[in-house]
């Protein structure tokens, strides 16, 4: 029963912000195509049949059967219905094709421009609201590099601190991440760290993207957290072994530990009574301590990262939030078009880096169970750029497809003709049907897999 639940409820927020994106999308082709006076005769969210709606005015507003998208028909154009009966006809003033190029040009490409207007919105929202939190470079030292992570199969070692990406040298992080998408996706991603007072490159491969798909144990910055103890829980094992709060773990079983994932690992991964070596007050003390035999914990709390790396909590103004949403919504866009481009030219999987309905449901589940109505705003402003990317490539049925038409239209100053849009227009359904049913059954696969 509650797998079914839970079943229901990634639906039911997957739906929600599925409905949102089209919604935006295609409230820009509307209003576009009003301001220009062009009659538009449906507008629906989903792809036909249509189920239910009103009608009000010219315009048929409704929800059909398909609901990965939806539409905007705007009479005398050739659109996902492929209705070209209009083209029997005199061009009316109403119409579409009766429009100058730069009017339909506007049309065409302002759902896309609604769905970034719409992540600025939302990142600017996010940051009026709750602000921002940073951690200054300076603040963060060595990291702790597990062997079984990427980190560690690209070079890491622990107690190396993080120089440049990209020969880029940051003044600060955003708490939690300490490599932005923009980085990680470009075709060649260095990193300079410092090791034993030396300034070392380490050049990732390129299927970087891939290798963290596989593996997403890169870096962050709980991998910086010290092995000091804050509190130690009453009746625990570490309590009865002698352990107290500012107590740093120095080496468990003769093995040096300087990190609290390190120690954290090392306690999970040992048997028996554990020797353990702390600091207190500048003192070596040697403790010995059995951790608990289900869960292999001792009952011991980290410090709070946001006191030991002197998070710096900042608030922004109506202006500044817009502006921080926009360079957001720019740094995210940047990160997917590289990504996009590396998968177009082949250098990763398009297996392993396309997902469809099935991967973007349970990554909105995730995100909204991780981080509230805030994840689910966050990454509903990230599916909104992915949607507004998607729909300008130059395909024949999507927002860039006619795009290309009408450039063709403006440089040679006459139309394609009719057969030429339809059958490009068929072809370009069944490439997009295709694709939907590759990323679906691709995302199973992946489900089924693990």
């Given at each position: 029963?509650e797998s079914?639940?839970?079943?229901?409820?990634t639906?039911g927020?997957?739906?929600?912000a599925?409905f949102?994106?089209?919604?935006?999308?295609?409230?820009?082709?509307?209003?576009a195509?009003?301001?220009?006076?062009?009659?538009?005769?449906?507008?629906?969210?989903?792809?036909?049949?249509?189920?239910?709606?009103?009608?009000?005015?010219?315009?048929?507003?409704?929800?059909?059967?398909?609901?990965?998208?939806?539409?905007v028909?705007?009479?005398?154009m050739?659109?996902?219905?492929?209705?070209?009966?209009?083209?029997?006809?005199e061009?009316?003033?109403?119409?579409?094709?009766?429009?100058?190029?730069?009017?339909?040009?506007?049309v065409?490409?302002?759902?896309?421009?609604?769905?970034?207007?719409?992540?600025?919105?939302i990142?600017a929202?996010?940051?009026?609201?709750?602000?921002?939190?940073?951690?200054?470079?300076?603040n963060?030292?060595g990291?702790?590099v597990?062997?079984?992570?990427?980190?560690?199969?690209?070079?890491?070692?622990?107690?190396?601190r993080?120089?440049?990406?990209?020969?880029n040298?940051?003044?600060?992080?955003?708490?939690?991440?300490l490599?932005s998408?923009?980085e990680?996706?470009?075709?060649?991603?260095?990193?300079?760290?410092?090791?034993?007072g030396?300034?070392?490159?380490i050049?990732?491969?390129?299927?970087l993207?891939?290798?963290?798909?596989?593996n997403?144990n890169?870096?962050?910055?709980?991998n910086?957290?010290?092995?000091?103890?804050?509190?130690?829980?009453?009746?625990?094992?570490a309590?009865?072994?002698g352990?107290?709060?500012?107590?740093?773990?120095?080496?468990?079983?003769?093995?040096?530990?300087?990190?609290?994932l390190?120690?954290?690992?090392r306690i999970?991964?040992?048997?028996?009574a554990?020797?353990?070596?702390?600091?207190?007050?500048?003192v070596?003390?040697?403790?010995v301590v059995?951790?608990?035999?289900?869960s292999?914990?001792?009952?011991?709390?980290?410090v709070?990262?946001?006191?030991?790396?002197?998070?710096?909590?900042?608030?922004?103004?109506?202006?500044t939030?817009?502006?921080?949403?926009?360079r957001?919504?720019?740094?995210?866009t940047v990160?997917?078009?590289?990504?996009?481009?590396r998968?177009v030219?082949?250098?990763?999987?398009?297996?392993?880096?396309?997902?469809?309905?099935?991967?973007?449901?349970?990554?909105?589940?995730?995100?909204?169970?991780?981080?509230?109505?805030?994840?689910?705003?966050?990454?509903?402003?990230?599916?909104?750029?992915?949607?507004?990317?998607?729909?300008?490539?130059?395909?024949?049925?999507?927002?860039?497809?006619?795009?290309?038409?009408l450039?063709?239209?403006?440089?040679?100053?006459?139309?394609p003709?009719?057969?030429?849009?339809?059958?490009?227009?068929?072809?370009g359904?069944?490439?997009l049907?295709?694709?939907?049913?590759?990323?679906?059954?691709?995302?199973?696969?992946?489900?089924?897999?693990?």
């Open positions: 029963m079914i639940l839970s079943l229901l409820q639906i927020i997957f739906a929600a599925i949102i994106l089209v919604l935006i999308h295609e409230l820009g082709h509307f209003l195509a009003k301001l220009f006076k062009m009659r538009v005769e449906r507008f629906s969210i989903g792809f036909p049949p249509r189920l239910f709606g009103f009608k009000k005015g010219d315009t048929d507003y409704c929800i059909s059967a398909t609901p990965l998208g939806g539409y028909k705007i009479s005398g050739v659109d996902e219905s492929m209705d070209s009966e209009f083209a029997n006809n061009p009316q003033p109403w119409e579409y094709r009766s429009k100058p190029v730069w009017q339909r040009v506007i065409i490409t302002a759902g896309v421009i609604f769905n970034m207007i719409l992540a600025v919105l990142y929202t996010m940051y009026f609201s709750y602000g921002a939190q940073h951690i200054p470079a300076d963060v030292g990291l702790y597990p062997q079984e992570s990427l980190a560690y199969e690209l070079g890491f070692q622990t107690g190396d993080l120089v440049t990406v990209n020969g040298q940051p003044e600060r992080y955003r708490f939690g991440n490599i998408i923009d990680i996706t470009r075709s060649q991603v260095t990193f300079e760290v410092e090791r034993d030396q300034i070392l490159p050049v990732a491969p390129s299927d993207l891939d290798m963290l798909n596989r997403p890169f870096l962050a910055i709980e910086a957290l010290p092995s000091q103890i804050s509190q130690v829980v009453g009746g625990s094992p309590s009865e072994a352990f107290e709060p500012g107590d740093k773990i120095i080496s468990i079983n003769g093995e040096e530990i300087g990190f609290w390190q120690m954290a690992d999970r991964s040992s048997e028996g554990l020797q353990v070596e702390v600091e207190r007050d500048g070596i003390l040697p403790l059995t951790p608990d035999e289900s292999r914990t001792i009952g011991i709390a980290p709070d990262p946001v006191e030991y790396f002197g998070v710096e909590y900042v608030r922004y103004g109506l202006f939030s817009v502006v921080e949403g926009t957001t919504t720019k740094e995210n990160g997917i078009v590289q990504g996009l481009g998968l030219t082949g250098s990763i999987s398009v297996r392993e880096n396309l997902g469809g309905p099935v991967a973007i449901a349970s990554v909105t589940r995730e995100a909204t169970d991780r981080g509230g109505w805030v994840g689910f705003w966050l990454f509903t402003a990230m599916l909104s750029i992915t949607l507004a990317i998607m729909n300008i490539l130059p395909i024949p049925v999507l927002d860039g497809g006619h795009l290309v038409f450039i063709y239209e403006g440089i040679t100053r006459r139309e003709s009719l057969k030429v849009r339809m059958t490009l227009q068929q072809i359904m069944v490439l049907i295709g694709l939907m049913i590759f990323v679906t059954f691709n995302d199973i696969l992946r489900v089924i897999g693990g």
